[in-house]
């Protein structure tokens, strides 16, 4: 997977990519990241980026020119080669972004390119010039797109077969499918008082699954029934669900959003 990440805090950015997986994936030759500055693509003696708006109101607004310019250089040498560029710009008015999504841009392979947008907002003829595709990463708002650049080259990385150990942990996770996950556990095998589910010390591997499976199932439909709602369930899990909804609500699990 490629990607430049167009900034004006490349500070913010470049040590997320400098550590743990998305370092590995990189070294692996698996992931390519290139960070950009915005103020490299100004022309003016001080590096302008921003301006007032027109209209008034509070804030700066991303000027458009330098941001057309970065887009336009960095991507021109794709485009020589005949390759197309993906432009993604996080904004809170974007697509959510969903594990679905995150899988989609894993297996494109077409380059992409993210604008981080920052202060009040971007001109708009960026968008209008560029038609960026735009992207959420939640009902929240960030002080910039760094952060969502982050979170969507990480759960796209993440995806691509090699970059983690093994391949399974990906298949079984939480939302690829999706269901919330089972608990985890390692040593030592007791902790303040609380030891490890017996079943996992039994070796049993079938016991092993049919426990992690409705685990992930009591999980997901005591905090997030949203996701078994519209879900055609096998013999199999709709088994493990009458079980868990046989036993009723047990620990002190609160669903979310319900807290406090
Ligand atoms: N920029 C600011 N807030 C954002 C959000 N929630 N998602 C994507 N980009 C953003």
């Known amino acids: 997977m490629r990607c430049d990440v167009i900034t004006l805090f490349p500070e913010m950015v470049t040590p997320v990519l400098e550590s743990s997986m998305l370092k ?21 003696k001080h590096k302008v980026a921003d301006d007032l708006p027109y209209g008034g109101g509070a804030g700066m607004v991303m000027k458009a020119e330098p941001i057309l310019r970065a ?11 005949g390759e197309k560029v993906r432009v993604l710009l996080p904004s809170p008015q974007g697509r959510p972004f969903t594990q679905a999504y995150a899988q989609e841009l894993a297996a494109d ?15 708009e003829r960026v968008r209008i010039a560029l038609k960026p ?26 995806l691509i077969p090699g970059v983690l150990g093994a391949p399974e942990s990906v298949v079984e996770e939480s939302f690829s499918e999706p269901l919330l996950e089972y608990p985890h556990y390692t040593r030592p095998g007791e902790v303040r008082g609380i030891t490890v589910p017996e079943i996992l010390l039994s070796g049993h591997h079938e016991a092993i699954r049919l426990w992690r499976r409705k685990e992930a199932l009591r999980t997901t439909y005591e905090r997030r029934p949203d996701l078994l709602k519209d879900r055609r369930l096998t013999a199999e899990d709709q088994q493990l669900l ?5 036993e009723g609500v047990r620990g002190t699990p609160v669903p979310c959003g319900e807290e406090g």
């Open 24 to 44: 590995r994936a990189q070294e692996k030759g698996l992931l390519e990241v290139k960070v950009h500055n915005l103020r490299d693509y100004t022309l003016d």
């Open 71 to 81: 887009v336009e250089q960095i991507r021109q040498p794709y485009e020589q080669r």
């Open 242 to 246: 009458d079980d868990i909804i046989r």
């Open 109 to 123: 392979s077409r380059p992409m390119l993210i604008v981080c947008g920052h202060y009040e907002g971007i001109d």
């Open 133 to 158: 595709e735009e992207v959420s990463v939640g009902d929240y708002v960030l002080t910039g797109g760094e952060l969502p650049a982050l979170v969507i080259i990480d759960a796209a990385a993440r």
